[in-house]
């Protein structure tokens, strides 16, 4: 029990945990305003016209590892999950306090962005990014309380849960080409020096699509043989992939941005990501129909079959999450930066949230070679994150680390726990 619920605690955590860019996780996310070169891409494509000592830039390195679920902590496994923390006996109040922690759904969402390729070149900006993202929920029902506070095995015992499983989930290639133009102003008149406005267009190849149409699981007793139970999980999933030999989907999307530099020591920014973004899916798109039968008896023996029944689908497509983020920095003397956000989710899709998100990030340099991060971001998405990291910038090699709690600021009181690194040449 104790060894499914930790591997329960890991998996759940690679589906909940926001994947963060590694470096804009130091921030929490509040990174609209700051953010340059290679990192301007993926925030606010404006950015790659403000000042930065390299103009060009390659990223070598761009890796991360997250471990969380929506609702159980490190604490709550210890102390539910091993025998120094329960002494080998759950308690009602543990039961319920268990139960209580599931929830009627658990809820788990994710968003995955792994950079294959990048560069910046004064201006202009690409790269290549495996993306994805997702939001699904369980239902732990009967089968729950079964497993908390026993069965009684009557003549008629059985259950029926619908709905079990709620999901959805895309994963694509994004190429992306950014471009940025700045405008200098006369500082005197509006207090303005420049003004830089951006974008880029997102090319999506379409890897995987699926969504669970409908789910149920059952346990009934046979009434011909009381010593027999009979268990069915049936799942109807809509799909598209590459098995067709074809991409499962193309796209286009977009992203804007526009950055202002006011009185030296302020900056503005507002950027929007994915402005009219979908993915059309036609490649080998089905409805999946699988169902499983298991047969247990009392005495221990087990049979089972599963079968799989597939219709051709018609090509269809699905809008991609878009947030607007509006941030400002402010320079105290010259070592120390200060950051304010504004997130705000414009849609629901693909685990996508519309409530506001405010954060506060600050950057602080005792040497030129050596930033020191930390930011927090109330509401969104995430409810609260903390992170924090530093980077070690020697002349044209840049490393970069981050590090991001999900729920709290201690490990233990962590719903999720991220970790980021990036390695970048710059000349």
Do not use: C
């Amino acid at each position: 029990m104790r060894r499914f619920f930790l591997f329960f605690w890991i998996v759940t955590g690679g589906l909940t945990a926001q994947n963060l860019n590694s470096l804009s996780l130091a921030y929490a996310g509040n990174y609209t305003t700051l953010s340059r070169g290679l990192d301007a891409i993926d925030h606010n494509p404006a950015n790659l016209a403000m000042y930065r000592p390299y103009l060009n830039e390659i990223s070598l390195i761009h890796a991360g590892i997250n471990i969380g679920n929506a609702r159980l902590t490190l604490t709550d496994y210890n102390r539910y999950f091993t025998h120094e923390g329960h002494n080998g006996n759950w308690s009602l109040t543990d039961r319920q306090n268990l139960s209580n922690l599931l929830g009627d759904r658990f809820k788990f969402d994710f968003t995955v962005h792994t950079r294959l390729l990048a560069f910046a070149a004064g201006r202009w900006g690409g790269g290549i990014s495996l993306v994805g993202s997702g939001q699904g929920s369980i239902k732990p029902g009967k089968p729950l309380d079964y497993l908390l506070y026993g069965a009684n095995i009557s003549t008629d015992f059985g259950f029926e849960e619908n709905d079990i499983l709620q999901a959805e989930t895309y994963s694509a290639v994004r190429t992306s080409v950014s471009y940025a133009y700045l405008f200098r102003l006369d500082r005197r008149q509006s207090g303005f020096s420049y003004v830089s406005i951006g974008g880029t267009m997102n090319f999506y190849a379409g890897l995987l699509y699926a969504k669970t149409v409908s789910s149920s699981m059952s346990l009934q007793r046979d009434p011909d043989q009381p010593d027999t139970f009979i268990a069915r999980t049936h799942a109807v999933i809509q799909t598209a992939d590459l098995s067709g030999g074809s991409l499962a989907g193309t796209g286009l999307g977009f992203d804007v941005g526009i950055t202002g530099r006011y009185r030296r020591a302020w900056h503005f920014s507002l950027a929007v990501s994915n402005i009219g973004a979908n993915i059309g899916w036609s490649g080998h798109s089905r409805l999946l129909s699988y169902v499983q039968v298991d047969t247990v008896t009392m005495s221990g023996t087990t049979s089972g079959s599963a079968s799989t029944d597939s219709t051709q689908l018609g090509a269809f497509s699905t809008p991609l999450p878009s947030v607007l983020s509006l941030g400002a920095s402010l320079r105290l003397l010259r070592p120390l930066t200060l950051i304010v956000e504004y997130r705000q989710g414009l849609d629901t899709h693909f685990g996508n949230s519309t409530t506001p998100a405010l954060g506060l990030a600050a950057r602080y340099k005792p040497f030129s070679w050596l930033p020191l991060r930390s930011g927090i971001t109330v509401g969104g998405r995430y409810g609260f994150l903390w992170g924090a990291g530093l980077g070690l910038h020697l002349g044209f090699v840049a490393l970069d680390v981050s590090y991001a709690l999900q729920g709290a600021m201690l490990p233990m009181q962590a719903t999720g726990i991220y970790s980021g690194v990036r390695l970048k040449i710059r000349y």
